[in-house]
């Protein structure tokens, strides 16, 4: 099971900052919050990722909670391009032997509006 | 660059037949995972490979099969087709660090989606 909850879906005026909230409160300590994206039919594409501190790319910026229970993706000014499912993952080391994988959970579907 | 690669992009098989998929990772990573995407759901993993041996298998049948190759790139092999197999399947190549156990740089391809009916 998913270890994320997302809303099912948002809207956001194009121009804008589009806000997208994850709650992770069963996140252990070695593990990371990723963020991927899905346009439709394509194979999902990475965002971002963080550990503890905000992090920034060119792509958006990732806001984490001091208790890590919580992260915050924004888009800082969303096109009409940036319509997709947004997944929040978390994401970390593997100390029994098992594999890495990534356990997505169903996204919020964002959908920016003209 | 080129990312990672997956062959059919899309294909229609009958009930009760088999198909195979193809992946080609991304140069330098020698992990392949596998994943499920049906319609309205997140992907679902299905398995992972790492210098052609399997490390991990998610809750799917023993219909589905797989291999990795020297060259690292992949196959997946599904038998026995049910109208339940179709989906999106989805490829991702990672660079596996060992002494971290970690996978890291998880890349997507496109994905083959497959049609049964």
């Known amino acids: 099971d998913a270890k994320t909850t997302q809303p099912t879906s948002m809207d956001c005026a194009e121009g804008r900052a589009a806000n997208l909230p994850c709650n992770h409160s069963?996140?252990?300590?070695?593990?990371?919050v990723y963020w991927y994206r899905q346009i439709h039919s394509q194979g999902p594409q990475y965002i971002i990722h963080?550990?503890?501190n905000n992090e920034t790319n060119e792509m958006a910026s990732l806001i984490i909670t001091e208790d890590r229970k919580s992260s915050t993706l924004i888009l800082p000014h969303a096109t009409l391009r940036d319509t997709a499912v947004y997944y929040c993952?978390?994401?970390?080391?593997?100390?029994?032997?098992?594999?890495?994988?990534?356990?997505f959970g169903t996204g919020t579907l964002l959908a920016v509006q003209p | 660059d080129a990312g990672v690669t997956q062959s059919p992009t899309h294909l229609i098989k009958t009930r009760g037949q088999q198909v195979t998929l193809r992946c080609s990772p991304i140069?330098?990573?020698?992990?392949v995972s596998w994943y499920q995407q049906v319609l309205g759901q997140g992907p679902q993993f299905i398995f992972q490979?790492?210098?052609?041996?399997?490390?991990g298998r998610g809750n799917f049948p023993d219909r589905f099969s797989a291999r990795q190759f020297p060259n690292y790139s992949s196959e997946l092999n599904v038998n026995a087709l049910l109208l339940g197999d179709s989906a999106l399947y989805l490829c991702?190549?990672?660079?596996?660090?060992?002494?971290?156990?970690?996978?890291?740089?998880?890349?997507f391809g496109s994905g083959t989606r497959l049609t049964v009916v």
């Open positions: 963080g550990l503890k």
């Open positions: 069963t996140i252990s300590g070695n593990e990371y």
């Open positions: 991702a190549s990672s660079v596996r660090r060992d002494r971290e156990r970690v996978d890291y740089g998880y890349t």
């Open positions: 490979y790492y210098e052609k041996e399997e490390r």
């Open positions: 140069s330098g990573h020698k992990s």
């Open positions: 993952i978390v994401w970390g080391r593997n100390y029994g032997g098992a594999t890495n994988k990534l356990i």
